[in-house]
């Protein structure tokens, strides 16, 4: 029994160490991660899929308007004053002209019974059931634009993060570095060796570097906070990114002479809506046709002079129910509705010529979209490979420069030139990486491949 307590005791702590490292290691997301995290918690795209499931029920509301329709009904008066009627008086003998007041009537009355009505035939609904598989398409499509939205948004936010981290961590050594000069020369100095003007040059340089360093320190904390706000994630909690920043050094270009934009959402939008449209003046084509529908009623009537409904005699008639039951079809016919449904059809052909014309010109900015970004993606991509040189070699002039400058060959104006030339090659270096990242995604995004 104590044998069975103790592995119990040793279960339950190792079931709250695996809690308590699942809840630890909950901030940490790489790219994926953090795109599923934000499907299901980005409120905008949680909208997306809640309209998509409105849409669902919104269907089935229009099935449902072909399907019987039964209703119920319990209809209880008491008559305070019994309605009075008026008789010829000359039935009682009276002058011709006369009436006589009578009530007719008990009471109490009481009606119950079932009524259902059938359509049989409608053109509205004909069309509005074609109409609701196209509004479910134009749904899903929807939270697919929604969803490549999303990617393209957490993608650029998540490598800003990245790309500002690498920045910090170049900056951090161009400090270092400085730092061992600056004091060197500062010590040279306190000795009279060297002028204080050349001090104050790699003070002015360092203090320049530590203000780009909080510079950066603080667009992370912007960058995070904007990532969190597209993942959906609580702004105060921690959150830790397990990518690295790998550059793809194979040059691939993209072509954008004719790009397939069959797959971009909003391409795939406006096709859905044009066939709304389409489908709008096809029913205003129809709408003269008849609608006819089948309905029945089935009832009991009871009339009491007292309220005793529930005591039947069915050989007293003051206390029994009556049937009433019966069927019936109606045709409504629109003869003459003051031209309101030739002007209705024309409005509907104009709004599906707008339709077409807004294909087209999503077609030409689509087309335009993806040159741009093409054309965007090689200059950045070569931008990348002139500055991925530019900070190797001037990484070492600074070296080479601080070098001369300690053992006395050269000047502190070169340390100076040599790290700001460093400071902005790092800088475009870095600028450069996110270039690319932005144009391929916009892209990818432009032709309707981002996302599956």
């Not at 029994?1 to 119990?8: A, G, R, W």
């Not at 320049?208 to 995070?224: A, M, P, Q, V």
Request: hydrophobic content about 40%; proline content about 2%; some cysteine.
């Amino acid at each position: 029994m104590i044998q069975l307590k103790k592995y119990t005791l040793l279960l339950a702590v190792i079931m709250c160490s695996a809690a308590q490292a699942q809840e630890a290691n909950s901030g940490n997301f790489s790219l994926q991660q953090s795109i599923e995290y934000a499907m299901k918690n980005s409120p905008n795209y949680l909208n997306a899929e809640l309209d998509l499931k409105n849409a669902d029920y919104k269907r089935k509301e229009i099935i449902g308007l072909g399907l019987p329709q039964v209703n119920g009904s319990i209809d209880l008066k008491d008559y305070i004053d019994i309605p009075t009627s008026l008789l010829p008086g000359q039935i009682f003998g009276g002058p011709e002209g006369s009436f006589i007041p009578v009530k007719f009537g008990t009471k109490y009355n009481a009606t119950a019974g079932l009524s259902a009505s059938q359509l049989l035939f409608s053109s509205d609904y004909i069309f509005g059931l074609k109409a609701q598989k196209e509004f479910m398409n134009l749904s899903k499509i929807n939270v697919t634009r929604s969803k490549a939205d999303l990617v393209s948004q957490v993608t650029k936010a998540y490598y800003t993060v990245l790309i500002s981290r690498e920045r910090i961590k170049s900056l951090e050594s161009n400090i270092t570095k400085l730092k061992k000069t600056f004091d060197d020369t500062k010590a040279a100095n306190q000795q009279g060796i060297i002028e204080l003007i050349d001090v104050e040059r790699l003070e002015v340089q360092y203090n320049n570097l530590l203000t780009e360093k909080e510079k950066t320190d603080r667009l992370i904390g912007l960058s995070e906070i904007a990532l969190k706000f597209q993942m959906g994630y609580k702004i105060e909690d921690k959150i830790v990114l397990t990518d690295s920043l790998i550059v793809d050094n194979n040059f691939q270009e993209l072509n954008a002479n004719k790009p397939d934009i069959s797959q971009r959402p909003d391409y795939q939008l406006a096709l859905s809506q044009k066939n709304l449209s389409d489908l709008d003046v096809k029913a205003k084509k129809y709408i003269f046709l008849p609608t006819l529908s089948a309905y029945g009623s089935y009832q009991y009537n009871a009339q009491r002079s007292e309220f005793s409904f529930f005591e039947t005699n069915s050989n007293d008639p003051t206390k029994k129910w009556f049937k009433v039951s019966l069927i019936g079809a109606t045709l409504n016919l629109g003869i003459f509705t003051g031209w309101q449904r030739m002007n209705r059809l024309e409005q509907a052909k104009i709004t599906s010529l707008k339709n077409q014309n807004s294909i087209k010109m999503l077609e030409m900015a689509a087309q335009l979209e993806a040159s741009t970004a093409s054309i965007n993606y090689t200059n950045a991509y070569s931008g990348f490979v002139r500055q991925k040189k530019n900070v190797e070699l001037a990484e070492h002039v600074a070296d080479v420069a601080r070098k001369k400058y300690s053992s006395g060959v050269g000047s502190n104006i070169e340390v100076v030139t040599a790290e700001t030339a460093l400071t902005e090659a790092q800088t475009n270096y870095y600028s450069s990486i996110f270039d690319i990242i932005v144009a391929k995604t916009d892209y990818l995004k432009a032709t309707g491949t981002l996302v599956k």
